[in-house]
């Protein structure tokens, strides 16, 4: 379904921008020669498309540079088009002359450099956002106590790349954070992508530790399997792996961390989420002991927030992960708005918050563009008549 809702969308942004260009500068006057320089890649790409949607389990791997190829000439293109149009509306109605061709391959050129960028340094283009939480419930002890959220690490993808997973680490630990949370998808299906990376998150360190929980691809749902046993062995050679790390993993269950006499809870549920994907939260079970505690709960699928969270606790502030923002986002704008209401950043509902990080890595396609990865650290203050909005450093 997601590869079709992909295929649906590169077909309109592959053919649009290829038929405006020939309607408008090579329908009359353009040599076949140009027509076949235009229409060749869209057709080249579209035929690779339905090859891909008929093979995907054999070509899975392959289709993230695919993807990469295609925003390379559908991109560029539909930011001409843009131009195009502005531009020549402006002609008409100043009745200037401007060269709209010309002048609108600049910006499409421009577009091209940033894609290219995404593609080769955007996903290592680690951004720290510090995101302040006001609540009146928070214990005095933990006024200006800070959180270090990371989600969606996916090891895979980094395959060959330890490097890039070290910076961010070492960034990780310059925060010095009171707590680490990882909000899932840690992997992309197998345990053993770790074995490349785990003392670099073994190095990940918070003065009141590292817990974890899990996301949908942590559970391996997305490769053949020679039996259901093999999967979850699989799981649970995860958990064990995260264990060994140093992190420790609520698996719908909680953890109480104490300031003097103060002390909030931080809760951690399997996925939750809408089919396709699994739903294993037992969010119930996970805050039994925490009632009348200001609560931190970590799910890492956002639609968890609306569905349980909201209408069945009191929890006061939610961390999620999963949508990635798509990794692509242009001039704030996601594609992942039409799929999630709540997808990057804080949400509010009264005075109780959700924050959506959009993560640290990368899965399907090897870019971020405009949504760069993210560390994220929320610091918690007392809210009072002074501090009565969510405020964003």
Same mark, same amino acid.
């Given at each position: 379904m997601i590869l079709l809702r992909v295929a649906i969308f590169f077909l309109l942004m592959l053919l649009l921008p290829d038929w405006y260009i020939h309607h408008i500068y090579l329908k009359n006057r353009g040599s076949k020669i140009y027509k076949r320089i235009l229409w060749g890649p869209t057709v080249g790409l579209l035929v690779l498309l339905a090859v891909f949607i008929a093979m995907h389990d054999s070509l899975h791997d392959y289709f993230g540079i695919y993807l990469i190829v295609t925003l390379c000439f559908c991109i560029p293109k539909l930011t001409f088009v843009i131009f195009s149009i502005l531009l020549r509306g402006l002609n008409r109605i100043t009745g200037l002359n401007i060269p709209h061709a010309a002048v609108s391959a600049l910006p499409a050129l421009a577009m091209l450099g940033y894609i290219l960028f995404g593609a080769i340094k955007g996903k290592e283009n680690f951004k720290v956002r510090e995101v302040t939480f006001y609540s009146p419930n928070l214990p005095e002890k933990f006024d200006g106590y800070r959180i270090l959220q990371l989600s969606d690490i996916h090891s895979g993808s980094w395959k060959g790349n330890p490097e890039a997973l070290q910076k961010a680490i070492d960034l990780c630990n310059r925060q010095n954070a009171d707590i680490a949370l990882f909000t899932g998808d840690l992997v992309n299906s197998r345990a053993d992508e770790l074995t490349e990376f785990s003392d670099i998150f073994s190095g990940l360190k918070a003065k009141d530790g590292v817990y974890s929980v899990l996301g949908n691809h942590d559970y391996g749902n997305y490769v053949k399997?020679?039996?259901? @046993?093999? !999967?979850? @062995?699989?799981?649970?050679?995860?958990? @064990?792996? *995260?264990?060994?790390?140093?992190?420790?993993?609520?698996?719908?269950?909680? #953890?109480?961390?104490?300031?003097?006499?103060?002390? /909030?809870?931080?809760?951690?549920?399997?996925?939750?989420?809408? +089919?396709?994907?699994?739903?294993?939260?037992?969010?119930?079970? @996970?805050?039994?002991?925490?009632?009348?505690?200001?609560?931190?709960?970590?799910?890492?699928? +956002?639609? $968890?927030?609306?569905?349980?969270?909201? +209408?069945?606790?009191?929890? *006061?502030? #939610?961390?999620?992960? $999963? #949508? $990635?923002?798509?990794?692509?986002?242009?001039?704030?704008?996601?594609?992942?708005?039409?799929?999630?209401?709540?997808?990057?950043? &804080?949400?509010?509902?009264?005075?109780?918050?959700?924050?959506?990080?959009?993560?640290?890595? $990368?899965?399907?396609?090897? &870019?971020?563009?405009?949504?760069?990865?993210? /560390? #994220?650290? /929320?610091?918690?203050?007392?809210?009072? !008549?002074?501090?009565?909005?969510?405020?964003?450093?």
């Open positions: 399997w020679d039996s259901e @046993a093999d !999967r979850i @062995a699989n799981v649970d050679s995860l958990i @064990a792996r *995260e264990n060994r790390m140093g992190w420790t993993m609520l698996n719908n269950s909680h #953890t109480i961390i104490k300031r003097g006499n103060d002390s /909030i809870a931080v809760i951690g549920v399997e996925n939750s989420g809408r +089919p396709p994907f699994p739903d294993y939260a037992r969010l119930k079970d @996970a805050s039994t002991g925490t009632e009348g505690m200001f609560q931190v709960l970590m799910s890492h699928d +956002p639609t $968890h927030w609306r569905r349980e969270v909201l +209408p069945k606790t009191d929890i *006061e502030l #939610t961390l999620s992960g $999963h #949508t $990635h923002d798509m990794q692509i986002s242009f001039f704030g704008f996601s594609v992942s708005s039409f799929i999630y209401p709540e997808h990057n950043g &804080m949400y509010m509902d009264g005075d109780r918050g959700l924050y959506v990080n959009i993560g640290l890595g $990368h899965v399907l396609f090897p &870019m971020r563009l405009g949504a760069w990865s993210e /560390i #994220t650290v /929320i610091k918690l203050k007392v809210k009072n !008549r002074r501090s009565a909005k969510l405020i964003k450093n």
